[in-house]
């Protein structure tokens, strides 16, 4: 069973940045893929980036060229950075990771993200 671990979020002005952590444990096989998703409100969850074993990364066309997602894979750990935030940025934004030899999808607990004057 993996855990993942969330961290960081919080509210902001529009402009402004945040940053996100995800750590991952208790996987046996090694973790494939980890992404981040958002859900705002009202609204179904969407994909937001996804960081592949071979450190392949790919984005949203929404977040394109504000957010940054790295892996440190010694750590486990996938982080966010988001810069330039806008108010359609607000969501309850999830972890997500996927082990090796399975497509099961295990989520974090979720981290808020509030962007308004």
């Known amino acids: 069973q993996v855990q993942l671990d969330e961290s960081g979020g919080g509210s902001v002005q529009p402009g402004g940045s945040l940053r996100l952590s995800c750590t991952a444990s208790?996987?046996?096989?090694?973790?494939?893929?980890m992404a981040w998703y958002r859900q705002a409100p009202g609204k179904e969850r969407a994909l937001v980036a996804v960081?592949?074993?071979?450190?392949?990364?790919k984005y949203a066309d929404s977040v394109q060229g504000r957010f940054t997602a790295t892996r440190d894979f010694a750590k486990n750990t996938i982080y966010l950075q988001m810069n330039h935030l806008k108010p359609d940025d607000t969501a309850v934004y999830y972890c997500?990771?996927?082990?090796?030899?399975?497509?099961?999808?295990?989520w974090g607990q979720g981290s808020r993200v509030t962007v308004s004057y």
């Open positions: 960081i592949t074993s071979a450190n392949h990364v």
């Open positions: 208790g996987s046996r096989v090694g973790i494939n893929i």
């Open positions: 997500n990771a996927v082990q090796f030899l399975s497509d099961y999808d295990f």
